[in-house]
């Protein structure tokens, strides 16, 4: 009997999205949809950073976010540059490209807070996980 589990709580119930990964092989889900869904719910939990900026924890929640979504994109960019990646060339390089642009943005997000700066991270996301999942962004 094939092992389920509620996919959608376990993701987004998960503080490590290692934890997320570690999962997958207890399910049916690609690879892609859960990659779409962790990218999905650190757009959230930035969104949320950025609405709630007044919140007098705000330091603890952005780095919290932060971490989140640089541990997100630490796990992509190790995929990428995995030989055994079967993604073409180019689009290898273009992820990677954009990876390096969300490590600098978080440095600089964490070094000088400002929810205006969020912004570019959340749409990243957003836009990399319709495209995982084959829709549009909006």
């Keep these: 009997m094939e092992k389920k589990i509620n ?13 997320a990964y570690k999962k997958v092989e207890q399910t049916t889900l690609s690879g892609r949809e859960l990659e779409a869904m962790v990218l999905q719910k650190s757009a959230k939990l930035l969104r949320d950073c950025q609405n709630n900026w007044n919140d007098p924890d705000i330091y603890n929640l952005l780095a919290e976010s932060i971490k989140y979504n640089q541990t997100i994109w630490t796990l992509l960019q190790t995929e990428l540059v995995n030989p055994d990646n079967p993604l073409p060339k180019k689009i290898k390089e273009d992820l990677l490209s954009l990876s390096s642009f969300i490590d600098k943005r978080s440095i600089d997000i964490m070094a000088f807070p400002s929810p205006e700066k969020l912004t570019i991270l959340i749409d990243i ?11 549009t962004g909006q």
């Design 7 to 19: 996919f959608t709580y376990t993701i987004m119930q998960m503080a490590n999205p290692l934890d």
């Design 125 to 135: 996301n957003i836009n990399i996980a319709a495209g995982l999942r084959g829709s």
